[in-house]
């Protein structure tokens, strides 16, 4: 069973669970291909269903679906324990961790990564998160659910047919109230509404825009190429996001992933998809992080929280702008 400890010197929680590393890859060299083996067949391609748990859902016509969510075979939460804080001793403080661990198969084909996919297949992936989210917000308990997608190894896919994860949580996590925390702090209106017009106007940092969506190598971007997708349309939860706002969103993560694969080819990156808590009064603004893989965070950033950046956001941008996305 899982388990939460408090690490009392830095506040956060750490999930102690020795099911995900019971996973067949769990400490394979990071350099390794993400299927070590091949032999066996993929578990997310169509005809192999069987090797996953029933669908929690799928999108798409029967037998042909083109969205598939499961539940993950080694979940980091699960079960309807509540959030209970236990004392063990003055610094022995351990949680129940229930919640909802599933995955998300991007798409039917095995070459199917987020900026191969097709505008509509991405807006599919967005309305599944959304859904996903939607019913995790109905289940007691649960306060706060994360999705992900890792692409390649060296970002920690162990499944090379691309996907993502979706977790619901029964507290907010760190880094969560960490943004809360500097949204309120913000003087003025919504600290994200006011980055997009800004960027706009110093206009030298926008990868990509159109009517409804921003993306843009932050100003204070901590790791190479690293990129935020911001809706325009001003909202705390992803999961009320409008259709045609979560269609914009899929296809600019597909155009920007393209124009990424464009300039540097191939590289791991993860996808982070940051929604208020679900009963979190204001303010916050939805957004996706597309964090890239360049680099490994050494002693000095572990140590001080302090990112050197070592390509400037400035310059990112330019290389990714002149890129030609390839579908
Ligand atoms: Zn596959
Ligand atoms: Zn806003
Ligand atoms: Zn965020």
Redesign the pocket.
């Known amino acids: 069973m899982n388990q939460l400890r408090l690490d009392p010197l830095t506040g956060r929680w750490v999930a102690v669970s020795v099911e995900r590393g019971e996973r067949p890859s769990a400490f394979l060299p990071r350099s390794a291909s993400v299927q070590a083996d091949t032999s066996r067949p993929c578990p997310f391609c169509p005809g192999n269903e069987e090797s996953t748990p029933p669908a929690l859902e799928t999108y798409g016509s029967t037998g042909n679906w083109l969205v598939r969510v499961v539940p993950n075979l080694y979940p980091a939460f699960e079960g309807d324990q509540p959030f209970v804080v236990e004392h063990r001793g003055p610094v022995f403080t351990q949680a129940t961790a229930g919640g909802i661990h599933e995955v998300l198969v991007l798409s039917p084909d095995h070459q199917g990564s987020w900026d191969r996919i097709s505008d509509e297949q991405a807006g599919l992936v967005m309305a599944a998160i959304r859904d996903r989210i939607e019913e995790h917000a109905q289940v007691p308990g649960l306060r706060y659910s994360q999705a992900i997608v890792n692409a390649g190894r060296e970002a920690g896919a162990s499944v090379e047919h691309p996907h993502g994860q979706l977790l619901g949580m029964s507290f907010v996590p760190r880094e969560l109230a960490e943004e809360q925390a500097g949204f309120a702090r913000f003087a003025g209106?919504?600290?994200?509404?006011?980055t997009?017009d800004a960027e706009e106007d110093a206009k030298h940092r926008v990868v990509y825009a159109d009517e409804r969506v921003l993306v843009i190598c932050p100003f204070w971007s901590g790791t190479p190429f690293e990129m935020l997708v911001?809706p325009r349309v001003?909202?705390p939860h992803l999961h009320r996001a409008a259709p045609a706002d979560l269609v914009a969103i899929g296809r600019s993560l597909r155009t920007v992933l393209g124009q990424l694969r464009g300039s540097l080819g191939d590289v791991p990156y993860n996808l982070v998809f940051h929604s208020a808590p679900y009963r979190a009064p204001e303010?916050?603004?939805w957004h996706i992080h597309v964090w890239p893989k360049l680099t490994t965070q050494a002693g000095f950033e572990l140590g001080t929280g302090v990112l050197i950046n070592i390509v400037a956001p400035e310059q990112a941008t330019e290389e990714l702008r002149v890129a030609v996305s390839v579908p």
């Not at 209106?189 to 006011?194: H, N």
Request: net charge positive; proline share 8%.
């Open positions: 209106r919504c600290l994200l509404c006011t997009v911001i001003h909202g303010p916050y603004h």
